[in-house]
């Protein structure tokens, strides 16, 4: 004879599904970087900062100072496509200003 008692109790031998959430990896952080140089205005430095990072123009002249003191400066901190964006936007209108000004990124 068969054991009624797992049978007959309303829920008894199941179990409960749950969907646990894939984790999201968080992307990976550049840091968009200008280079000094003995040719590109300083002026021009930060209309950069200010038309392509958003900046003010208090920030702006702060970041171009540091560029020109240590020779190297951070723009900002971006998931890579908008870092690589970043770079070629700066590249792009310092061609057409025909000015030497550099731009990289690099892994944060």
Partial sequence: MADKRKTDRPGEGTGVLTRTKPETKKPSMYKVLLLNDDY????????????????????????????????V???GVYPFEVAETKVT??????????????????KD
């Fill in 40 to 71: 590109t205005p300083m002026e021009f430095v930060v209309i950069v900062l200010v038309r392509i990072f958003g900046m003010s123009q208090e920030k702006a002249t702060e970041v171009m100072l540091n560029v020109h003191r240590r020779g």
């Fill in 89 to 106: 936007q700066v590249m792009d209108l310092a061609r057409r200003n025909e000015h030497p000004l550099q731009c990289t990124m690099e």
């Fill in 73 to 75: 400066g951070i723009c």
